[in-house]
């Protein structure tokens, strides 16, 4: 059974720092997506990471994807309030059905 | 520019009561998703449906129930809700091209039994 796990689940910091959200799973898989979520609002699609090795950025978010460890990361540099949000990682299972991480409350606190 | 609606932001209902959840897309996917949400656990896959009139179980698929009649409307009912589906529960559709993009989500329809 596939499962996928983030840590940390909640995640308080200061404006300016840096962190990183990690994305654990036990099986493997070739395809692995982020998801942002606004308190209130749908999923929106952040990266989708498709083979080892593979990294992508877009502003102050950069994902990274090791599927030997298989294991992501989702790094944030110089946080900034507006990233404020819950973040969920997701592993393809089978045929098109994704299999979430519990998601990653992020405060950024000015 | 709406791809994928779901018909109720909020909705409260009683228990025992059969409650129908609509979730319509205008891309012309063939895969469609019912998810909930819940604190902690993530999001939770319910029933999928790769085709019309074709439906398969998720991993929490008991007192749910799912129908697809058109291809871009799929249906979950609640054939008698308790308290413990009081969720926020989310629609997705994907192309039977699996392509970078993913599964478009609609906005969540949060349901409230009592």
């Known amino acids: 059974e596939l499962k996928v796990e983030q840590n940390p689940l909640f995640l308080s910091m200061q404006e300016g720092k840096n962190y990183t959200i990690y994305c654990n799973y036990s099986t493997t898989s070739d395809r692995l997506y982020w998801y942002r979520q606004d308190p209130g609002k749908s999923l929106e699609s952040l990266f989708v990471l498709l083979s080892n090795g593979a990294v992508k950025q877009e502003g102050r978010l950069m994902a990274s994807l090791d599927t030997k460890a298989r294991l992501s990361t989702l790094h944030i540099t110089a946080a900034v309030h507006d990233l404020s949000a819950t973040y969920f990682c997701?592993?393809?299972?089978?045929?098109?059905?994704?299999?979430f991480g519990q998601g990653t409350r992020l405060t950024i606190n000015p | 520019d709406v791809k994928v609606t779901q018909s109720s932001r909020y909705l409260v209902k009683r228990t025992g009561e059969k409650v129908f959840l609509e979730c319509v897309q205008d891309m012309d996917h063939e895969n469609m998703f019912w998810y909930r949400q819940d604190p902690g656990l993530g999001l939770r896959l319910i029933y999928f449906s790769y085709d019309v009139k074709m439906k398969e179980k998720g991993d929490i698929p008991e007192g749910y129930s799912v129908s697809r009649e058109k291809k871009e409307r799929f249906s979950l009912i609640l054939e008698s809700a308790s308290t413990n589906q009081t969720s926020m529960y989310l629609c997705a559709s994907s192309p039977s091209s699996w392509g970078e993009d993913g599964y478009t989500f609609g906005s969540g329809t949060r349901l409230t039994v009592v």
């Open positions: 997701a592993v393809i299972r089978g045929a098109q059905k994704l299999v």
